[in-house]
């Protein structure tokens, strides 16, 4: 069984970066599809970023293209969600989650979930 834990989350300025990281313990990430969810307060969660299991593809949400970038990192065995020019607006709690061998992450199909971290953009 997978079990997904998400690191970095903080608090940070607006157009400041943030890293944040997705590691797993049970099972290895290399083969699982990746991605990163988010959550804003009164708001639903949403689809932010996704690796491909098996191809360099990733996906973005228009909302984050050009600001963001996901990759993997095989030798810290996680995989990460680089945030720049951050936005008040992407406040929010970021979920990493994973699905196997898959070349996207549509929300419905993603296996496991990690519990969530906290990202807040403020001056």
């Known amino acids: 069984q997978l079990q997904l834990v998400e690191s970095g989350?903080?608090?940070v300025q607006p157009g400041g970066s943030r890293r944040l990281s997705c590691s797993g313990?049970?099972?290895?990430?290399d083969y699982y599809a990746i991605g990163w969810f988010r959550q804003a307060p009164?708001?639903?969660r949403?689809?932010?970023?996704?690796a491909s299991s098996h191809t360099h593809r990733a996906d973005y949400a228009d909302s984050v293209k050009?600001?963001?970038?996901?990759?993997?990192d095989y030798a810290k065995k996680t995989v990460d969600l680089q945030m720049d020019s951050?936005?008040?607006?992407?406040t929010a709690v970021y979920y990493c989650a994973a699905?196997?061998?898959q070349d996207n992450c549509p929300q419905e199909d993603m296996q496991f979930w990690g519990n969530g971290t906290l990202v807040t953009v403020s001056s």
Do not use: H, M, N, Q
């Not at 050009?66 to 993997?72: A, D, E, N």
């Not at 951050?86 to 992407?90: A, G, N, S, T, V």
């Open 46 to 50: 949403e689809a932010v970023a996704c």
């Open 42 to 44: 009164g708001k639903e």
């Open 99 to 101: 699905v196997w061998y």
């Open 9 to 11: 989350g903080g608090l």
């Open 86 to 90: 951050l936005k008040p607006e992407d």
């Open 25 to 29: 313990s049970g099972a290895s990430l």
């Open 66 to 72: 050009g600001r963001f970038t996901i990759s993997r």
